[in-house]
């Protein structure tokens, strides 16, 4: 037996990621940037925050993004002055990655529109319950 669209979890999931991806692009084509390179401006600031100077790879690992796909993000963040990579002491065909003061700046800036776009995407559903849900979805295995 099939279920209908609007009893297919899968499919209202879909939709439902549809409408959220677009709010966000909306959100974030204001100041200049992409989702993808978001996500990666982001982690890389908050990596930068904690200390670290992160790589490619644990940028990418981070994120959850893929590794060619990221180098290609950063190329872009860094065409736009936001991130600057640095050849690594320890390893000479390393780079690691540190946000310049531009990307610092418009990193929280553009964290917070996202989080008030989620805000207002998620206001239906109580906020401890979307982050149940959607943790599991993400985490099945924890």
Not at 25 to 52: D, K, M
Not at 110 to 128: I, K, W
Request: proline share 6%.
């Amino acid at each position: 037996m099939s279920l209908s669209p609007g009893e297919s979890p899968g499919f209202l999931l879909w939709h439902a990621t549809l409408r959220w991806q677009r709010d966000i692009a909306a959100t974030l084509a204001p100041l200049g940037l992409t989702h993808v390179q978001f996500v990666l401006l982001a982690c890389a600031w908050w990596l930068n925050g904690q200390g670290e100077r992160p790589n490619q790879l644990t940028l990418a690992r981070q994120a959850g993004t893929d590794v060619k796909m990221t180098s290609q993000v950063l190329r872009a963040l860094e065409g736009k002055g936001l991130v600057e990579r640095e050849v690594d002491p320890a390893d000479t065909r390393a780079k690691r990655l540190r946000v310049t003061e531009a990307g610092a700046e418009l990193a929280p800036r553009a964290m917070a529109a996202v989080e008030r776009a989620d805000a207002r995407f998620f206001e239906p559903v109580p906020l401890d319950d979307a982050l149940a849900l959607l943790g599991r979805l993400a985490h099945p295995q924890q």
